[in-house]
């Protein structure tokens, strides 16, 4: 079972907005820095417990999802620099990239994207439309159900408002990071 999780609410993201807005570049130096979170969380949690976690498991929602807010000719860059900067600087973070709830077009927009894609990173893609029956079942054989809140299948609570989870970007205003002993999410 996979114990670290990275989830990512894509559909949420307003790709075409930043795009037109000229900020790109922060965009793209904004998913680097989470990549570099998750991956420092995994360290220093690899190094506190001596567990020896070195990937995570990405789950990409793509309710919302839409061709005028992500898949323009404008946001396409976008999402090859994310490819590029993935095989570049984390070509072996992810043990999976699953997509769930992805509508039918996205398949066009990965077209354009595999070929920048290596092919081990191409064997992690799991594309999943929107039978949660079919996806939460496969998220459950690789996430122990308490690693997984349960829009995704799972029981664990959302974050504890106790807890100071702080904000990282201007960007994406609702990011949480939160690391407990077994999960790393990301909440967009």
Sequence with gaps: MFLS??????????????????????????????YESVNGMIREYRNSTGNDITQYFQILDMANYNVKQHACLACIPFFKDMVKHYEKYYPTMAKFFVFINTPTFFQELLQILRPFMSKDTKTKLIIYRYDKSEWSQFLLRHI????????????????????????????MRALYMNFDQRTTEHII
């Design 5 to 34: 999780v990275l989830i990512v609410s894509v559909g949420l993201w307003d790709v075409r907005k930043i795009t037109l807005a000229g900020k790109r570049d922060h965009l793209v130096r904004y998913v680097d820095y989470l």
């Design 144 to 171: 122990p159900p308490e690693n997984l809140l349960p829009q995704y299948g799972g029981v664990k609570r959302k974050k504890d408002p106790k807890k100071n989870y702080p904000k990282i970007s201007f960007i």
